[in-house]
């Protein structure tokens, strides 16, 4: 299944919003996060509502996206967050992962369509935020920490693949691109991993920092969800 790797493209939002709603709708502690009666069909419509506007809209954010060459599907697409130190228009970090800035017209429907499929407060709607808080809280405070004792970081924010693309080398493509740019820059690549990711990271260099395990029965958690932090330092040119 020959694919290849692009820019990710706003006009694909709902096949992006499929992959990466249905690559973690099989997770029952990213299911659970989702007030009751919500449906992946609910979250995938609004996340596509919301992704034109999130692409456009940061510039300290990398895109790309696996596009199957037989069908045009998309088929995988990854996020990467910049170091402070790259993020300046003028040094054109990474170009090809940059989403080209939309025209007036287009960024008032995106910005429109984006405040349509959030609350009041901007926030994504159907999220049980109580638990979201639980949840965050002490990922946030470890993160916080090793940003400061091991930074700066080329920061995998996300990374989905189409549930039937599994296994067929995407995760790895996307994944290698970050760390390309990674190696070029001399830094270090950081992700926090979920233990179906946990392999993939494994293989391509990266080490656990920190693991986190948390129990939630009170908010309906049957087992403990557990988060790597993960790190993988810079190769040296030969």
């Given at each position: 299944m020959p694919f290849s790797i692009q820019v990710t493209d706003p006009t694909k939002a709902n096949e992006l919003a499929k992959v990466m709603t249905d690559s973690r709708w099989v997770d029952p502690h990213w299911k659970i996060l989702f007030e009751d009666g919500t449906t992946a069909d609910q979250v995938i419509s609004e996340t596509a509502q919301r992704l034109p506007y999130n692409l456009t809209s940061r510039q300290d954010k990398r895109h790309q996206?696996?596009?199957?060459?037989?069908?045009?599907?998309?088929?995988?697409?990854?996020?990467?967050?910049?170091?402070?130190?790259?993020?300046?228009?003028?040094?054109?970090?990474?170009?090809?992962?940059?989403?080209?800035?939309?025209?007036?017209?287009?960024?008032?429907?995106?910005?429109?369509?984006?405040?349509?499929?959030?609350?009041?407060?901007?926030r994504i709607k159907h999220l049980r935020w109580d638990l979201m808080e639980v949840r965050n809280t002490p990922l946030e405070e470890i993160d916080a920490r090793i940003v400061h004792s091991h930074g700066p970081f080329l920061t995998l924010d996300y990374l989905s693949t189409a549930p039937h693309y599994q296994r067929?080398?995407?995760?790895?493509?996307?994944?290698?691109?970050?760390?390309?740019?990674?190696?070029?820059?001399?830094?270090?690549?950081y992700v926090t991993a979920s233990p179906a990711g946990l392999k993939l990271y494994l293989n391509h260099g990266f080490e656990i920092v920190e693991t986190f395990s948390l129990e939630y029965a009170d908010f309906g958690g049957t087992e403990p969800v557990v988060d790597y932090f993960m790190i993988r330092k810079p190769e040296q040119k030969s």
């Open positions: 996206m696996a596009v199957d060459h037989v069908t045009g599907e998309v088929v995988g697409t990854a996020r990467w967050i910049l170091p402070e130190h790259l993020r300046d228009p003028k040094l054109k970090t990474w170009p090809e992962a940059r989403v080209p800035s939309p025209s007036i017209e287009d960024d008032e429907k995106f910005r429109k369509d984006f405040e349509d499929a959030t609350d009041e407060e901007g067929k080398g995407v995760g790895s493509a996307l994944l290698r691109r970050g760390l390309e740019v990674a190696d070029a820059n001399n830094l270090s690549t």
